[in-house]
């Protein structure tokens, strides 16, 4: 008789036994029983040394050796019968089991090792979090800390100017105390001049301070947006993190459950180490937290370039995606519309292109209304606008019928209610009868004015219309915008591809571009550089960006499709040159189909 499957778990076979301690299967009874039975039956268990349980239900005996090719194990009769050919490459089963033991015990410092990775990017992905809500909230605090500053200021003025009222009015009632029965009218009547005035004060307090309070929520809400892509990518980041450690955690327990039964490691050691070590390779996206606080510590409070109020910034700093925000039909109230300028984030210049019907208007994006500014005269019309320093605004115009030596009533400056204060002169250059005069404003609030297709750039002090300075530029240009540096943005006339940086000097920086370049836009808080190019029938816009911090760098921003009202492509061209692409301080960039008014917004993604 032999014996097999010693110190097995169950219940005595035996008869009328339920012994469950010291089990012993014996192979030819083909029973599990325990001492006492299988002395009755005069049963022999003749237990071999190291693996007395293992044995071969086919042929009946012990199984003393292993298979590697197959990874079975063998008994004499399997292995001279079965597997004594090529490629099986037989082993002994004590050896077999030390061998694939190893392989799993090394799996398992793996995972042990895998389980540790995984506490340790866990903890990552927290501190990622915490330090992206840090970093905002110090962004945050520094938004409101410039709002706050300029909200006090602006109330110290408030004060200032109602004690001046007072004082003023104080003085007036006071000389007329010596006849006051005389002057008691006059003075009801100045009382009632200084409620008005400080009611007018007040009133022109609040208008002051609403867009300030309007950026404030405007930079909260921003800032708001990006806290929930952080917030998404990160959950996202979590969700694969706790997947990668429940899995890990499985194949570790795998791994302890087949390591305590060496039957288990012959019958599913091969499956396991195959099935496992899949799961250990699959990678931590470490990568990923490192690129979110990476794009996390870009994002600030960009102010300006020098150029605007000390509160009027955005959010930025981040790669972002250019997304169409909001589409303005204006054909209602101007057939051909191009954008000329811009007062401030929400009010737009626009020139009618109609023949006969050149008039200017301002369009405001919030609310969608335009109004009517500049009224065509018959020979000239406005074709670029800038605002100067002390709240005035300077146009540039088209004329026909030029003559003499010098141009005037070319430019013109308005105060903020449209109303004509005075026209520039400057030197007439060619003896076309069209002329076009093109005007921007340097940070000290000088007019910066070229006729088209001429070499030279005036500085002009808008005060007494004086010519301050003359620039002689290289070749024939047309002037587009100011960097912050005092450099002048120009393209080439006729447009070619490239933009044109000049200095005071007249020395000139050239960007490239691998289209013709229509139009040029500069961001006033950034300084960075696009231009307007199209496609080759000029049936498509295109926006790219081609400098930022100073450097080249191409990047794609917006293609949109031109009004299909404009059939010739000679009248797709003119538009592209005629009609401006716009930055406002907040970063929405304002472009113009033929039809529509497009608002174009980088939005925070991850």
Not at 67 to 74: E, P, S
Not at 212 to 237: P, T, W, Y
Request: proline letters at 2%; hydrophobic letters at 30%; a negative charge.
């Amino acid at each position: 008789m032999a014996s097999e499957l010693s110190s097995v778990e169950g219940v005595c076979e035996g008869d009328d036994c339920e012994a469950n301690a010291d089990l012993t299967f014996y192979v030819k009874e083909k029973k599990k029983l325990c001492h006492d039975c299988a002395s009755k039956k005069e049963c022999l268990g003749i237990a071999r040394k190291g693996m007395p349980y293992l044995y071969c239900e086919k042929h009946d005996k012990h199984i003393d050796m292993y298979c590697k090719t197959h990874c079975v194990g063998l008994c004499v009769s399997c292995a001279v019968i079965d597997h004594h050919e090529k490629p099986c490459v037989r082993q002994d089963l004590e050896d077999a089991i030390m061998e694939i033991k190893a392989k799993l015990n090394i799996l398992k410092k793996k995972a042990m090792e895998k389980l540790e990775l995984c506490r340790v990017h866990g903890k990552h992905i927290r501190e990622c979090r915490q330090s992206a809500d840090e970093h905002l909230q110090s962004i945050k605090e520094k938004v409101d800390s410039v709002i706050e500053k300029a909200i006090a200021s602006d109330k110290v003025r408030e004060q200032e100017d109602t004690a001046k009222i007072d004082q003023e009015i104080d003085g007036k009632n006071q000389k007329l105390q010596e006849e006051i029965q005389k002057m008691q009218d006059k003075i009801r009547e100045n009382d009632e001049e200084r409620k008005k005035r400080h009611d007018e004060n007040n009133t022109n307090a609040d208008k002051r301070q609403e867009p300030i309070q309007n950026k404030q929520c405007e930079l909260h809400a921003d800032i708001q947006n990006i806290a929930q892509e952080i917030e998404r990518k990160v959950g996202e980041l979590e969700k694969s993190w706790q997947d990668d450690t429940k899995s890990t955690k499985t194949a570790n327990q795998t791994l302890d459950n087949i390591l305590e039964d060496d039957q288990n490691i012959v019958k599913d050691g091969h499956r396991v180490n195959t099935s496992v070590s899949d799961t250990l390779k699959k990678p931590l996206n470490e990568g990923e937290v490192k690129e979110i606080n990476h794009i996390v510590s870009g994002v600030r409070f960009v102010k300006d370039a020098g150029r605007e109020m000390m509160y009027d910034g955005r959010i930025d700093g981040f790669g972002g995606e250019w997304k169409l925000i909001d589409t303005i039909n204006v054909t209602n109230d101007i057939t051909y519309p191009i954008i000329v300028g811009c007062m401030d984030e929400c009010n737009i210049i626009i020139t009618d292109r109609l023949e006969g019907s050149l008039h200017t208007y301002m369009l405001n994006l919030n609310t969608k209304h335009t109004q009517r500014v500049v009224k065509f005269s018959n020979t000239s019309w406005v074709v670029s606008c800038a605002v100067l320093n002390d709240d005035k605004v300077v146009c540039g115009k088209a004329y026909r019928g030029s003559t003499g030596d010098s141009l005037n009533g070319r430019i013109s400056v308005y105060d903020r209610r449209w109303k004509l204060i005075n026209d520039v002169t400057i030197p007439r250059n060619t003896t076309n009868d069209f002329t076009r005069v093109d005007v921007t404003a340097d940070q000290d609030g000088m007019i910066i004015t070229a006729e088209e297709g001429q070499s030279k750039i005036y500085v002009i002090n808008p005060a007494d219309g004086k010519i301050m300075d003359t620039i002689t530029c290289k070749k024939k240009i047309c002037i587009c915008d100011m960097l912050s540096s005092g450099h002048i943005i120009a393209r080439p006339w006729p447009e070619d591809r490239r933009v044109l940086i000049i200095d005071r000097e007249g020395a000139q920086r050239e960007i490239p571009h691998s289209n013709v370049i229509r139009n040029v836009c500069i961001d006033p808080k950034t300084d960075d550089l696009y231009v307007v190019t199209s496609d080759e029938d000029i049936k498509t816009c295109v926006i790219d960006q081609v400098m930022s911090e100073g450097e080249m760098k191409k990047r794609r921003v917006a293609p949109f499709p031109l009004s299909t009202g404009m059939v010739e492509g000679p009248e797709r061209r003119a538009h592209l040159l005629s009609s401006r692409v716009i930055m406002t301080s907040s970063g929405k960039m304002i472009a113009c189909d033929g039809d529509n008014i497009l608002v174009f917004k980088k939005l925070f993604s991850l």
